[in-house]
């Protein structure tokens, strides 16, 4: 079970925070954000990480080169002047890509069972299968509307931009993916948005239930709220 992180953005709403380091570096009670993120996941024993950097990527090798760790550390660099998108990031990294992988964002610490997730994915044998949590477990705009057909199968469409009225979900934030879908786009640059609802929409995605909240320091608000949260 590979996990492929995406920390290369500018996080420029962080920028009031701390503007010399990149959010997933910054410190939450005296521990490095990124340690908290680790620790939740080395429970449920990954093969492997890999780093998409991009910003203030020396920083980031920095505490890769640091990491105690047993599981095989890998990463990719995009050049900080022109970032490719969340989407472009993981198609940069390709060659260091599992069959199958886990990809997460690098500003949040998730609460779910990451090992049965990934049979999940294996099992259903879709392009891509993402955790969901029903809205009323967050204060975050739904943006996935699931319905359950007649034949008890649960459907479901994601839209980052232009969210369904009735959307009863949010991405959770970890997402499996079957690496062909990257090795088979033609483009360089573009959100990993457009990949899952293009996926949604041509039923080739399936989706995982979970119901632990997260933890995410993506806006000053949220991370003065970790702090509590982590403390």
Do not use: W
């Not at 953005?9 to 959010?23: A, D, F, H, I, Q």
């Not at 998409?52 to 920083?59: A, I, R």
Request: aromatic residues 14%.
């Amino acid at each position: 079970m590979q996990i492929v992180f995406l920390c290369g953005g500018l996080g420029t709403r962080m920028r009031e925070v701390n503007k010399k380091v990149p959010k997933g570096l910054m410190s939450v009670n005296n521990i490095t954000f990124f340690d908290y993120i680790i620790n939740s996941i080395l429970p449920y024993d990954p093969c492997s990480f890999h780093f998409c950097l991009g910003y203030k990527s020396d920083m980031y090798l920095n505490y890769i080169r640091k990491l105690n760790t047993s599981v095989k550390v890998t990463f990719s660099i995009e050049n900080k002047d022109n970032l490719f998108g969340t989407g472009g990031a993981i198609k940069n990294a390709i060659k260091f890509l599992d069959e199958n992988f886990i990809a997460q964002y690098g500003d949040t610490v998730l609460d779910f069972d990451y090992k049965r997730f990934f049979e999940y994915h294996l099992q259903k044998n879709k392009s891509m299968t993402m955790t969901i949590l029903h809205k009323d477990k967050t204060e975050e705009a739904p943006n996935v509307l699931c319905q359950e057909s007649k034949d008890g199968n649960l459907n479901c469409f994601y839209n980052k931009i232009n969210r369904d009225v009735n959307s009863n979900f949010i991405d959770y934030g970890a997402i499996a993916f079957q690496r062909d879908i990257f090795k088979n786009e033609s483009r360089t640059k573009f959100d990993l948005s457009e990949i899952q609802t293009n996926l949604c929409n041509k039923f080739k995605a399936s989706f995982f239930i979970v119901n632990n909240r997260y933890i995410e320091i993506g806006t000053p608000k949220s991370f003065f709220n970790a702090s509590n949260l982590l403390s």
